[in-house]
């Protein structure tokens, strides 16, 4: 009789953001083995990457909650029955591996890191593996983790820096806000004259220009990076005037943007629609064993929201666990009646 893998897991989620981090509490909680499997270098997807400084007011149970301290309590929950995590690591295949008629067959996922085998697959890859857009200057990856950073988790990472923020959309003018009283000193610049960030953000930052806590340059670029072992000076051009000017900073965080692309999920065969797979009622795609859920996951009526994305990888992980191993009931019963929370429940 054939052995299955000893690395064969239920159920692998398939993007570590609030909708796979909630599938991994859901599979723990029914006993099933699972592993997340994420391109970007921390947890918590686009709550981490595009906006953990941002208050969210829709989370059952948060009047208002930080993104990054939600992501931060998910997590926790998440882990707490020990799910596999495998960060930075992009998915890039899968084989089906035939069921000689005895219930071996899996799939194998495989990664630009590994292979994984999986009886399950939830794909909760929101809008896909994203990456940032980088800053148009030659040889500018020298700087980058050297001053130079794409995604900042804390803005205490740049207390008492000089920091010069690039953009001119949401994130780089939430940076500005997040920044006034931790940076030393603080320069936006964006190569247009207008700006894409809400009114509201803009105004805000205009009156802190006013009030001398920060300097917005319009119609400016970054045109070259000099430093030592880290960013030192930066120069910068008018677009119009094309007048230089070098300025010392020891910070530079560029917010042009992400790529996202949900690359080869595309090619297996799932029923899609641009960047997203049809799911039917119980969040299965057209694949057996394979289902999708979060803004991934595409039905009538749907909508991207955290709220529904986490109900919808409880959905996918219960019909998962039951497709694995039908004697397990598709309904979970009650967190607050079920045995493996005894002792929690005790205090
Ligand atoms: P994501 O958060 O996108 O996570 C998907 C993960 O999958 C990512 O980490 C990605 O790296 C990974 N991934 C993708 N493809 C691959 C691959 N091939 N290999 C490996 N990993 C992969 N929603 C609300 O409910 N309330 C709000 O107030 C709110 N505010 C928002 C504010 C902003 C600025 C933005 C951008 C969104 C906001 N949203 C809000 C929407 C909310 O963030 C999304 O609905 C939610 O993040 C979807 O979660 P997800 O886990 O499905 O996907």
């Known amino acids: 009789m054939p052995v299955p893998p000893a690395d064969l897991t239920d159920i692998t989620l398939i993007g570590g953001g609030p909708t796979g981090l909630f599938g991994a509490f859901y599979a723990g909680m029914r006993g099933a083995s699972c592993r997340i499997i994420d391109s970007l270098p921390a947890l918590g997807g686009q709550l981490a990457t595009l906006y953990p400084e941002k208050f969210i007011f829709d989370v059952a149970g948060f009047p208002r909650v930080l993104a990054k301290d939600l992501i931060k309590a998910m997590a926790e929950q998440a882990l707490q029955f020990g799910c596999e995590v495998r960060l930075g690591e992009t998915v890039t295949g899968l084989l089906k591996i035939e069921d000689p008629g005895d219930g071996s067959g899996h799939f194998l996922l495989q990664t630009d890191g590994g292979e994984y085998p999986t009886r399950t697959l939830i794909i909760c890859a929101g809008i896909g593996a994203f990456e940032a857009r980088k800053l148009p200057v030659e040889g500018v990856e020298m700087w980058e983790g050297r001053g130079l950073d794409y995604t900042v988790q804390d803005p205490n990472a740049l207390r008492g820096?000089?920091?010069?923020?690039?953009?001119?959309?949401?994130?780089?003018?939430?940076?500005?806000?997040?920044?006034?009283?931790?940076?030393?000193?603080?320069?936006?610049?964006h190569r247009r004259d207008a700006f894409r960030a809400h009114l509201a953000t803009v105004r805000q930052v205009e009156r802190l220009q006013r009030q001398g806590k920060c300097e917005v340059r319009t119609s400016c670029e970054v045109k070259a990076i000099e430093?030592?072992?880290?960013?030192?000076?930066?120069?910068?051009?008018?677009?119009?005037?094309?007048?230089?000017?070098?300025?010392?900073?020891?910070?530079?965080?560029?917010q042009l943007g992400f790529h996202s692309d949900l690359g080869p999920v595309k090619q297996w065969g799932l029923d899609t629609e641009k960047a997203e797979i049809r799911v039917d009622r119980v969040m299965a795609t057209n694949i057996a064993g394979i289902y999708a859920a979060g803004d991934v996951a595409a039905y009538p009526g749907k909508l991207k929201l955290i709220a529904t994305g986490t109900a919808e990888a409880c959905t996918a992980v219960n019909h998962a666990v039951h497709l694995i191993d039908p004697k397990k009931k598709m309904n979970p019963g009650h967190s607050s009646d079920l045995k493996i929370f005894a002792a929690q429940q005790l205090g």
């Open 161 to 189: 820096r000089r920091v010069l923020v690039v953009g001119g959309g949401d994130s780089a003018f939430d940076w500005i806000t997040n920044l006034v009283g931790v940076a030393e000193s603080i320069m936006l610049i």
């Open 227 to 254: 430093g030592g072992e880290r960013v030192e000076r930066v120069t910068l051009v008018n677009t119009k005037s094309g007048v230089e000017e070098t300025l010392p900073f020891d910070a530079v965080v560029p």
